[in-house]
């Protein structure tokens, strides 16, 4: 996968958002409580998964725990194209896939990143237009998105899982560039040069503080740095959402009201939610219930993956680490320790840790 077909084009090249969206939902919804709640309400896009996906879904936790699906949208409609150059045919792929579960206590979460180009089995699914798709025995996972929008996007990732997703949050270009800026922007640290003309990032080894549009194109970036690989474009991500939460810690939200306006009106355009979700009160409910999980309570791991025998370009969940991991998370236990062992290591750290390995090839 450190090259993609000579097919694909930059313009598929999209955004990997790495959790903004919940860390937002985390550090600011508690804040919210005394906004003007009519107009941050008419920010947000909301899509009804339940209604479209009915009873034939994964049971839904009864002891607290829950999940959420969080994606990134390639898509170039409005604003977004003035970022991201490029066109997609009028259709957007999620190319940025995040497993949250959050246990039962709500005092720890595990993130788990889903490679766009991981080959799945893809449910049958209804398109925009009310056409059925056919279910596919081995697409990759962010295909979900284009053929059947955020409900099939649930519906794969139910499948895949085994868990049920309990709420959708999905964030597409404009709206990650604007909730940087909104923050003040993010410090990101590189021990190697980042030099990469498709995502237009250009940084000399060092601490860096980015804007909205640089820091798009840091969770953008991939061939400027490292093996050019898709695995090691998550680490980067996973870099971003660590920068994130300290910056939003950091703004003393609570006694600055002009800021905490500012941002909740960012956060809640940004956002698209599943209906049950898709209100400024379902918002501050789920920051209250998860607001003692900072940067120290987030396991962020890979889904295990190794390259596809049928394609190189692309990768399938490793056996038995993939199967474990979700076994764990359906019971509500931490990340094994066998699967944070075998992350990939982060490009942009020139001295990776000794437990980080590259995307295994058994």
């Not at 066109?87 to 993130?111: I, K, L």
């Not at 810690?249 to 939610?273: C, E, I, Q, R």
């Amino acid at each position: 996968m450190s090259e993609e077909r000579k097919s694909r084009t930059p313009r598929r090249r999209a955004v990997r958002i790495a959790l903004f969206a919940l860390a937002g939902l985390v550090l600011v919804g508690a804040a919210l409580g005394g906004i003007a709640y009519w107009k941050l309400n008419r920010n947000i896009r909301s899509v009804d998964i339940s209604g479209q996906l009915g009873t034939a879904r994964p049971p839904a936790s009864t002891g607290g725990a829950f999940n959420l699906l969080v994606l990134g949208s390639d898509s170039r409609a409005g604003s977004n194209g003035n970022l991201a150059g490029g066109d997609t045919g009028g259709t957007a792929r999620s190319d940025t896939a995040m497993v949250v579960h959050v246990n039962q206590a709500h005092t720890a979460a595990a993130v788990v990143s889903i490679p766009r180009d991981t080959l799945v089995p893809r449910p049958a699914c209804t398109s925009a237009d009310g056409k059925q798709v056919a279910a596919a025995r081995s697409a990759m996972f962010n295909s979900a998105y284009e053929v059947g929008g955020p409900a099939c996007a649930v519906k794969t990732a139910e499948q895949l899982t085994g868990m049920r997703m309990d709420h959708f949050v999905e964030v597409d270009f404009a709206g990650f560039a604007a909730l940087i800026d909104a923050i003040g922007g993010v410090d990101v640290t590189t021990t190697v040069a980042i030099d990469d003309k498709d995502s237009g990032l250009h940084l000399d080894a060092g601490t860096h503080h980015l804007g909205g549009q640089q820091a798009l194109a840091f969770v953008r970036t991939r061939h400027g740095v490292g093996d050019g690989s898709d695995l090691g474009r998550i680490e980067l991500q996973k870099e971003m959402v660590r920068a994130m939460l300290g910056q939003v810690g950091s703004l003393g939200l609570g006694s600055n009201p002009v800021a905490m306006w500012g941002l909740g009106d960012k956060l809640t355009s940004a956002l698209t939610t599943d209906s049950d979700l898709a209100s400024v009160s379902s918002l501050v409910g789920l920051a209250q219930t998860v607001k003692k999980i900072g940067p120290d309570q987030l396991t962020m791991v890979t889904l295990p993956v190794v390259y596809a025998p049928s394609d190189p370009n692309r990768v399938v969940p490793k056996s038995p680490e993939a199967a474990q991991l979700w076994t764990a998370l359906r019971a509500d236990q931490e990340v094994p320790r066998a699967v944070v062992q075998q992350q990939p290591t982060n490009p942009a750290d020139a001295v990776p840790s000794a437990a980080a390995s590259t995307v295994s090839t058994e």
